[in-house]
T-cell receptor
Framework: DSGVTQTPKHLITATGQRVTLRCSPR?????VYWYQQSLDQGLQFLIQ???????AKGNILERFSAQQFPDLHSELNLSSLELGDSALYFC?????????????FGEGSRLTVL | SQQGEEDPQALSIQEGENATMNCSYK?????LQWYRQNSGRGLVHLIL?????REKHSGRLRVTLDTSKKSSSLLITASRAADTASYFC????????????FGKGTHLIIQP
């Protein structure tokens, strides 16, 4: 158990819909990262927050947005969903701001868009 | 684009044999990390090697880093069925601009 909690574990929705994925980092970790894993693209870094502030942005689509709340949990919002958004979405946390140390991953949220 | 590329894409060996996976990257790094992922599960950190280190051990794991060749290898000795998983290298290029950049992984199957 990494200490990172992601909900929901599975989500099935239709194209055009909007979903919110939630992540609670390990106790004491200030950084939260979001990754998308698909068969064709592998693990893609989406976005990172550190202590409530956006710190780094990767291959995140404009239809996607995220935020980190004062209690340090984070949410990833995916809107106008397309079939290609079907993937496993991981949240990871770390103590430090950058990627200088290990990341602790949650078990992921599997999104299926029909 | 993917900056950490593992080789081979898949590897099947007998239990008890050693497994070697390689990782190549294109830009300079602060550190390189290896992670394991069991099917459909979250990634688990295995080992981190810094750019000024050449070799690191952790239990049955041995990681080497050659910054001149921009490559790293992960050796798992005396493999067990429980080692069956996908293994990813991830590079930290510093500055946190990309988070950790992962390769597409090596799928390792240990035959009992």
């Amino acid at each position: 158990d990494s200490g990172v909690t992601q909900t929901p574990k599975h989500l099935i929705t239709a194209t055009g819909q909007r979903v919110t994925l939630r992540c609670s980092p390990r106790s004491g970790d200030l950084s939260v990262y979001w990754y998308q894993q698909s068969l064709d693209q592998g693990l893609q870094f989406l976005i990172q927050y550190y202590n409530g502030e956006e710190r780094a942005k990767g291959n995140i689509l404009e239809r996607f947005s995220a935020q980190q709340f004062p209690d340090l949990h984070s949410e990833l919002n995916l809107s106008s969903l397309e079939l290609g958004d079907s993937a496993l979405y991981f949240c990871a946390s770390s103590v430090v701001a950058g990627a200088a140390g290990e990341l602790f991953f949650g078990e992921g949220s599997r999104l299926t868009v029909l | 684009s993917q900056q950490g590329e593992e080789d081979p894409q898949a590897l099947s060996i007998q239990e008890g044999e050693n497994a070697t996976m390689n990782c190549s990257y294109k830009t300079s790094i602060n550190n390189l990390q290896w992670y394991r992922q069991n099917s459909g599960r979250g990634l688990v950190h295995l080992i981190l090697i810094r750019s000024n280190e050449r070799e690191k051990h952790s239990g049955r794991l041995r990681v080497t880093l050659d910054t001149s060749k921009k490559s790293s290898s992960l050796l798992i000795t005396a493999s067990r069925a429980a080692d069956t998983a996908s293994y990813f290298c991830a590079r930290d290029s510093g500055g946190g601009a990309d988070g950790l950049t992962f390769g597409k992984g090596t799928h390792l199957i240990i035959q009992p």
